[in-house]
């Protein structure tokens, strides 16, 4: 074997080696000084930078599992009494349908600004968004493009009416007579959808990968349904 | 493709709570090492926990999904806003009041060594102050790929470079010498 580089060394310390290649750098290393002494001032240098990042660490926040679960609900019901009031508001007037589609549509932006998260303070995050309407036959939900982060949670229900909402930055949502085009270019919002299982013929499709259809009662989607019957499809497990 | 951890019959409460408890601290860490602002910090790990949480799964690799949804989330923030560069300067107020006050030499020593360790970790490149920062945090060359969105077989060279740039940032500050 010839000498390790630094690389090599990293890869080793940081039990990056799969075992066949572990054990022929250890069988070097009892044979070869010069490694061996770079192997240790290595982790020599490993031990200082530890250390020294350890210096500008601050104390853990006392936060627990339960706060972060109560905050989480929290924002469900928010955003769900949110998403009643559109509902009623639409049912009132039906004045967004779209020009030329017997659909009845809406477009909700729910904006829904936690507490701890003014500018001032934080991340403008939990901005929500979405889209509800009877689906046609066929109907298709299109997300422009995939993203480098973020998920798609489709569930089927009973209602009748199919809806994607944005968990995240909400992006904008063109509304066609056959379908949704999400446009999500540089988003890494996370999306619900709800599929009614009424519903006969749903594709999802993320860029021009085909992620979900169900024909009737036939399914065919890019991962397996959870224990929930969930289907969660991560952007960064697509194609690009 | 399947991108879901297998969690069996445990109730997600369960599964979560657990998942809390084994990476908050280090995500915490992470983020905080990375921004040198602690209550950012928290805010966003805490934010990518309640991503996780109405997520309602896991995903296979939790702990990189949750470093990229923060990063993410604190590449929006800072974008979005002066904040760090305040605190930062806050922080530098805070430093001066410390290296002025009558603390033993020790404790000194130690604030010096501190400032020149964010100094010389501010002065890298993004992408190597972050791979450092998580290699020494403890994540995989894999996850470290995942997150910053590199070619696995690449991280440990680039890992070598961040090491040359931190010591050669660090030479610059006499103080930051181990």
Known sequence: MRHLDDELIDLYLGGELGEADARAVAEHLAECDACGRRVEAAKDEDRDIGELLGLLDHPIPQVGAADVMRRAARRWRVSHAVAAGVALLVVAGAATAVPGSSVRTWVARLLERPQETTAEQGPAVGVAGGVSMIPTDPFELVFETSQASGTVLVTLVEEAEFAVRAIGRAPAYSVAPQGVRVENAGSTADYEIRVPRSANNIRIRVGDSIVFTKQAASIVAAVHPDAGGRYVIEFAALPR | ?178
């Open chain 2, 1 to 178: 493709m399947s991108q879901v951890a297998q969690t069996g019959s445990r109730p997600f409460d369960d599964v979560f709570r657990e998942e809390f408890e084994r990476r908050f601290p280090p995500l915490f860490r992470y983020l905080d090492r990375l921004s040198g602002d602690p209550d950012l910090a928290a805010d966003i790990a805490q934010e990518a926990f309640i991503r996780l949480y109405r997520r309602g799964a896991l995903p296979l690799n939790s702990g990189s999904w949750l470093a990229v949804v923060a990063r993410n989330l604190f590449h929006n923030a800072r974008s979005k806003s002066n904040r760090r560069r305040r605190l930062l300067a806050r922080e530098e107020a805070k430093q001066l009041v410390l290296d002025a006050s009558p603390s033993p030499e020790a404790d000194l020593a130690t604030a010096r060594k501190r400032k020149a360790v964010r100094s010389a970790l501010d002065s890298l490149a993004p992408r190597e102050r972050e791979l450092l920062v998580l290699r020494y945090e403890g994540y995989t060359y894999r996850e470290i790929a995942e997150i910053l969105d590199l070619k696995p077989t690449s991280v440990g060279a680039l890992l070598v470079r961040a090491k040359d740039a931190l010591r050669r940032a660090l030479g610059d500050c006499g103080d930051a010498t181990p």
